[in-house]
């Protein structure tokens, strides 16, 4: 009993110990984050040298403002081939994925009933054109009246009417590429029975191709005709150029964007229609343009700011930002050339904390 007594005194003690040595110990940190913090903080405030800073000194270079928007490549023309008229396929004159010019026979249809109809009415064409000859003749020799010859015109005329009518019929049996382009992968084959609801294959014409794009309303103005375009496809790193040459008369109101079109050439087949397209757009060029680094700027509750030293101190300046590239920012208003804008620090900086500045070139 009398070792327990004496464990639970020496526990008590070695708690008790433990309890004032952490006392001291905070005493000990307090004493010195106190007044001994307070020296320090006034050696990094105005007393002292300042936080060490990057910057860059303000200067103008030419900008060229540009829009980035997604755009899809389209063909030139493009038609998905059908038959007017139903009827058995007797012929398949192309070859699927190649190149087909203008005018050429691509898809025929069994026309031999047709044939034997334009037959007979070339037969009563030429009867009733020989019947009109001759009442004529008579006419002129005042044999018959003149309501008589015009029975016999009226009949001829009827005939070759339907002799026309049947030569429409018979071209409609024969499919024929409307524009020269490169046709797709068929869908009949000989002694098929086509219908008008059948697609036979795409045809498309995809030198140059279209850009189709849309830009945002408060773009609209800088869109010009003409404007040059670059842009880009998943499919390769190379960058491709274009041309303006349509523009939508007027603004979208689901999406307030403007619908752009522009031509590019494509003499290697590269772009394919249907590819996506990263569009760059080119809006205005700013001859003496001030540009700043992105993370120079800080967002405020009313717009934006940034810090500048002045006599050794950092300041901070509204600013009003214009268009936005990966690296930099175009200062519209609140810089002029000469300003040493900070770069660095941000977050820790405070108005008229002192700083230490190392100037940077400026990305280009």
Do not use: H
Not at 179 to 190: A, D, W
Not at 245 to 266: K, M
């Amino acid at each position: 009993m009398k070792k327990r007594y004496i464990f639970y005194i020496i526990l008590a003690l070695g708690l008790a110990y433990l309890i004032y040595y952490r006392i001291t110990e905070n005493k000990k940190l307090s004493g010195d984050g106190g007044p001994g913090k307070g020296a320090a903080g006034a050696k990094g405030g105005a007393g002292g040298p300042g936080i060490v800073v990057e910057g860059i000194v303000v200067a103008t270079q030419p900008f060229n403002s540009n829009l980035e928007i997604s755009g899809t490549i389209e063909p030139n023309e493009s038609v998905a081939l059908r038959s007017e008229v139903a009827g058995l396929v007797t012929g398949i004159y192309f070859k699927e994925g190649t190149n087909v010019s203008k005018g050429t026979l691509l898809v025929k249809i069994n026309d031999r009933d047709i044939q034997a109809q334009l037959r007979d009415a070339q037969t009563k064409q030429n009867l009733s054109a020989t019947s009109e000859g001759r009442a004529k003749q008579l006419l002129q020799k005042g044999a018959i009246s003149q309501e008589e010859y015009d029975t016999s015109l009226a009949a001829f005329q009827s005939f070759q009417s339907q002799t026309q009518l049947i030569r429409a019929q018979l071209a409609r049996t024969s499919i024929i590429a409307p524009f020269s382009g490169k046709i797709g992968l068929r869908n009949i084959s000989v002694g098929e029975y086509l219908t008008p609801t059948t697609q036979i294959a795409n045809l498309m014409s995809i030198n140059p191709v279209k850009v189709t794009f849309s830009v945002p309303e408060k773009y609209v103005s800088l869109i010009k005709l003409n404007s040059t375009i670059s842009f880009k496809t998943d499919a390769s790193s190379k960058t491709y150029t274009g041309k303006v040459f349509a523009v939508e008369p007027g603004i979208s109101q689901d999406t307030r964007t403007l619908q752009i079109r522009a031509l590019a050439p494509n003499p290697n087949g590269e772009l394919l229609p249907g590819s996506f397209a990263q569009v760059k757009l080119a809006l205005t060029t700013i001859n003496e343009a001030i540009l700043v680094p992105t993370e120079a700027i800080i967002p405020v509750l009313k717009g934006k700011v940034v810090y500048v030293t002045r006599d050794g101190k950092a300041q901070q300046v509204p600013v009003e930002a214009g268009t936005r590239t990966a690296e930099s920012i175009l200062i519209t208003s609140g810089l002029k050339v000469g300003d040493t804008v900070l770069t660095t620090g941000s977050m820790s900086l405070k108005p008229d904390a002192p700083v230490k500045v190392n100037i940077v070139k400026p990305k280009q």
